[in-house]
């Protein structure tokens, strides 16, 4: 199975930027799409973006679209969240996801992934 490790969670201030970085290892097959999800405290887990590995589409939630960019590094099985202009709403545990089996997210519809990292803490005050 592959397994993904997310980095580059912390604390920044309304109006800053962070980047997240996740790394995929492992597994016999490769990704057919990774991406990001958060989940704030009390709230409902929500897409975040997510980038195709063969072509590169992207996929953005309505709330972070024009603020985040989603971008990827096939080489290195790493795919990356630029946030720029964070919000206090953007406070959330944020989670990597792979799809594998040719199945990903488009428009407004967020299948579930084939596979979660663990997750890494971003708060925006």
């Known amino acids: 199975q592959v397994q993904l490790v997310e980095s580059g969670g912390g604390s920044v201030q309304a109006g800053g930027s962070l980047r997240l970085s996740c790394a995929a290892s492992g597994g016999t097959y490769s990704t057919t799409c990774m991406g990001w999800f958060r989940q704030g405290q009390g709230k409902e887990r929500e897409g975040v973006a997510a980038?195709?590995?063969?072509?590169?589409?992207?996929v953005y939630g309505d709330s972070v679209k024009g603020r985040f960019t989603i971008s990827r590094d096939n080489g290195k099985n790493t795919v990356y969240l630029q946030m720029n202009d964070m919000r206090p709403e953007d406070t959330a545990r944020y989670y990597c996801?792979?799809?594998?089996?040719?199945?990903?997210?488009?428009?407004?519809?967020?299948?579930?992934?084939?596979?979660w990292g663990q997750g890494t803490q971003v708060t925006v005050s």
């Open positions: 996801a792979a799809w594998l089996k040719g199945v990903g997210p488009y428009g407004d519809v967020w299948y579930e992934p084939d596979q």
């Open positions: 980038i195709y590995t063969r072509g590169g589409g992207t």
